[in-house]
């Protein structure tokens, strides 16, 4: 065997742009996830200085209060910061612990008599934070697709569907997209300011729960079908939709005490 046969082969020129390319993705996958993480830290601040921080400044407010109200910056801040390792657990962080410690804030501070002295415009402007909020940790605005991130650059660029959605699969987003607007409508029309930042608060999750819970029909319902008939539903539809007739029901009984017919 020569000489030239053992010596290794050179990369040639076509390989040294791919080589690049290549070595970028985890550059460019890690852009995404840093700005992914600066958005949700910036609209959980934001969400958190407009509802809850005021909360730390009246004089009224008990210590319960107090104390939750400063706990709950702490998911706000450390939830976004983990999208890059563990997506599942900032999830949880930052959306699971800061929604329980805020409510569990507001409805201290409704027994205390606090959120009396808000004004309408902290309750208007606050609800558009929390808006902004639940938009940021929506999936394409946090973590992008693994696949996606990992796929050389312009290799998805020009991709066609495989498959289109039935027609009644837009049926299904728009009345979703109806009774979220309906959910935040009739937040509006509760007159006791004492219980108005919480049922802002449920008629925010009831509506996010419905626009999950209808794009989800509409996205399953466009998968080829199996060998068996089944409905284009999922568990956690399921799950979303229970825990929004929890809340109704919760909701509905309260309503019942008040008027003296429970």
């Given at each position: 065997m020569s000489a030239e046969s053992r010596a290794p082969a050179l990369p040639t020129d076509d390989a040294a742009p791919l080589?690049?390319?290549?070595?970028?993705?985890?550059?460019?996958?890690?852009?995404?996830?840093?700005?992914?993480?600066?958005?949700?830290?910036?609209?959980?601040?934001?969400?958190?200085?407009?509802?809850?921080?005021?909360?730390?400044?009246i004089t009224r407010a008990g210590p319960a209060v107090r104390i939750t109200a400063a706990l709950a910056l702490l998911p706000a801040v450390v939830g976004p910061q983990l999208l890059l390792r563990r997506h599942r657990l900032a999830r949880h962080i930052g959306i699971s612990a800061l929604l329980s410690l805020a409510l569990l804030s507001w409805g201290l501070a409704t027994r205390d008599g606090v959120l009396v002295t808000l004004d309408g415009f902290h309750g208007v402007l606050g609800a558009g934070a929390w808006g902004v909020y639940a938009l940021s940790w929506s999936h394409p605005w946090s973590v992008p697709d693994s696949r996606l991130t990992e796929?050389?650059?312009?290799?998805?660029?020009?991709?066609?569907?495989?498959?289109?959605?039935?027609?009644?699969?837009?049926?299904?987003?728009?009345?979703?997209?109806?009774?979220?607007?309906?959910?935040?409508?009739?937040?509006?029309?509760?007159?006791?300011?004492?219980?108005?930042?919480?049922?802002?608060a449920l008629s925010v999750a009831c509506a996010v729960a419905l626009v999950t819970s209808a794009s989800t029909v509409a996205v399953l319902s466009g998968k080829a079908p199996s060998g068996r008939v089944r409905l284009p539903f999922d568990r956690k539809v399921a799950n979303t939709l229970l825990l929004l007739f929890v809340v109704l029901g919760v909701a509905l009984t309260l309503h019942l005490s008040d008027l003296g017919l429970l």
């Open positions: 080589s690049r390319r290549v070595l970028a993705i985890p550059v460019a996958r890690q852009l995404r996830a840093r700005s992914a993480t600066l958005r949700c830290t910036l609209a959980a601040l934001a969400a958190w200085a407009i509802t809850l921080a005021p909360l730390l400044l796929a050389p650059e312009g290799a998805t660029m020009g991709l066609a569907p495989r498959r289109r959605p039935p027609v009644y699969a837009v049926v299904v987003v728009v009345i979703g997209l109806l009774c979220a607007v309906g959910c935040m409508a009739v937040a509006w029309t509760i007159e006791d300011s004492q219980r108005a930042v919480l049922g802002q």
